[in-house]
Nanobody
Framework: QVQLVESGGGLVQPGGSLTLSCAAS????????MSWYRQAPGKGRELVAA????????NYADSVKGRFTISRDISKKTVYLQMNSLKPEDTAVYYC???????????WGQGTQVTVSS
């Protein structure tokens, strides 16, 4: 069964940085586009950043442009989210998602909590 395991969340002060990782297993990682979503308390899940299967293209939510960077390491089957200049409004559970272009199936990780607070 496909597994996506996120790590790297935690408590950080405003202005700080965190790097999230999402390790994939039992998929041909290079076939899958990867993305990061987040869900704050009482809100819906929103797309934060996405990267194509080759890593050649990325896109970001307007709220994180210039602060967050998504990347992937195919050899490690891992996608990363580098988060800088964190704000309290970035507080949420962050999830990674894997989806093969042209196929309806997709997979979610279990989520990792990010809390930005002084």
């Amino acid at each position: 069964q496909v597994q996506l395991v996120e790590s790297g969340g935690g408590l950080v002060q405003p202005g700080g940085s965190l790097t999230l990782s999402c390790a994939a297993s039992l998929i041909t990682f290079s076939n899958y586009a990867m993305s990061w979503y987040r869900q704050a308390p009482g809100k819906g899940r929103e797309l934060v950043a996405a990267i194509t299967s080759t890593g050649g293209s990325t896109n970001y939510a307007d709220s994180v442009k210039g602060r967050f960077t998504i990347s992937r390491d195919i050899s490690k089957k891992t996608v990363y989210l580098q988060m800088n200049s964190l704000k309290p409004e970035d507080t949420a559970v962050y999830y990674c998602k894997a989806q093969r272009p042209g196929y309806p199936n997709f997979f979610w990780g279990q989520g990792t909590q990010v809390t930005v607070s002084s």
